[in-house]
């Protein structure tokens, strides 16, 4: 009796896996939603509000794995591990909706081909992200191909990189022609350093499957 007792007080082992597969889920779902922003198709209100209730939907994912890393005992991946994943895929959806905001508070209504190449290559990363995800519950046999996917993210953020230089050249030569003014460049310049974070903050996230994966094979 005492032992049973003993184990109904013990706490709940959390799914880790399952839940990272969850915040994939929602970056995917944010990414797209911002894509389809960009390429003009609705209204940006209701981009912006669907972007928040995904947004919504990865903060509750993110507290159970704060809570559940914080009470489990023999999680299968360093605590701190875990922590640091899905603060950055947490991150990830945020800066997501901060461009969705930006992009309607400055009523940016015209996008050029590097500002969508750079909401492409966020789609991009956040597939290979959740391709990736579900491989964490068999790291050893799977770090071959776990490595795989997280390069590829790698080389999608070098791709962004390359967009963005572009998209900012093209701004100043905008600007410096008068075919822009300087608020118009000033808020167009803030909504692609945010797509780099975005990507950027994917590629953190690869950084850190590879470094789990580093510890366990």
């Known amino acids: 009796m005492a032992l049973n007792v003993f184990s109904r007080l013990m706490p709940r082992e959390e799914n880790f896996t399952a839940l990272f597969c969850e915040q994939a889920r929602t970056i995917v779902q944010a990414a797209q939603e911002l894509q389809r922003m960009i390429y003009g198709d609705g209204a940006p209100a209701e981009h912006v ?8 939907t990865a903060d509750t994912v993110a507290k159970k794995i704060f809570i559940g890393a914080n009470r489990t005992f ?14 950055d895929l947490d991150d990830t959806v945020d800066l997501i909706e901060d461009l969705a905001k930006g992009i309607q508070r400055y009523e940016v209504r015209e996008f050029p081909k ?6 492409d290559a966020v789609v991009r990363c956040a597939a290979v992200l959740r391709e990736v995800m579900p491989l964490l519950d068999a790291i050893t046999p799977q770090h071959n191909a776990i490595f795989a996917l997280c390069d590829k993210v790698g080389q999608i953020e070098g791709e962004a990189d390359e967009c963005f230089d572009a998209g900012l050249t093209r701004l100043r030569v905008q600007l410096r022609a008068g075919e822009i ?3 118009a460049y000033i808020d167009r310049k803030e909504l692609y350093e945010l797509l780099e974070q975005v990507v950027d903050r994917c590629d953190d996230v690869a950084n850190a499957i590879q470094t789990i ?3 366990h094979v």
């Not at 509000?49 to 919504?56: D, K, L, P, V």
């Not at 701190?80 to 899905?86: C, H, R």
């Not at 590097?114 to 909401?119: H, I, K, Q, T």
């Open 213 to 215: 994966t580093a510890k």
């Open 181 to 183: 003014d300087t608020l």
């Open 114 to 119: 590097e500002m969508r190449a750079m909401a």
């Open 49 to 56: 509000a669907t972007i928040r209730a995904i947004e919504a």
């Open 74 to 87: 023999n999680a299968p991946i360093d605590r701190e591990d875990i922590l640091d994943l899905a603060n």
